[in-house]
């Protein structure tokens, strides 16, 4: 007899089995839409405007970002890890801010179209094609989206 109800158990579907129990199906599936969602967290992070898995947006109007106002300006935003420069009036450029020598990523400086690294004086033009990780960074107004 035992043996009979374990096979049944076995090989009978789930309703069946959980309306033994006395729990329905239907509930047991509205515990799980009650749960947050990936989907959920995704807009969180997008209202705030900040990061996403691969992508960086970015408020010009932020205090934080004045010195890309200018030609020339520019910024190691380092919560990102990236090196941001201001390269005409509608154009931003967006680097990776690891060196590529042996990977330092706060002794950089700027001058005359090169990023320079102090760790070990190496310098790397300010071109996608410089040696720096170069990244996509589109500008719309004050609003600046960076895609690694
Ligand atoms: S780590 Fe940057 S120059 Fe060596």
Not at 56 to 64: A, F, K, M, R
Request: proline share 2%; aromatic share 8%.
């Amino acid at each position: 007899m035992i043996n009979k109800r374990r096979k049944f158990l076995k090989t009978a579907c789930a309703p069946v089995v959980f309306s033994m129990f006395g729990v329905s199906l239907i509930e047991a599936c509205s515990k799980e839409d009650d749960s947050p969602t990936v989907n959920n967290l995704n807009n969180q992070d997008n209202t705030s405007g900040s990061n996403s898995n691969n992508s960086v947006t970015i408020n010009l109007e932020d205090s934080n970002f004045s010195s890309l106002n200018n030609v020339g300006g520019w910024i190691n935003y380092s919560a990102e890890n990236m090196l941001l420069l201001r390269i005409t009036s509608t154009e931003i450029r967006a680097f990776s801010n690891v060196c590529p020598h042996q990977g330092s990523q706060n002794r950089w400086s700027y001058s005359n179209s090169k990023f320079s690294c102090a760790q070990h004086n190496r310098s790397f033009e300010d071109s996608c094609s410089g040696g720096l990780t170069c990244y996509t960074a589109t500008l719309q107004g004050s609003t600046l989206t960076v895609t690694r």
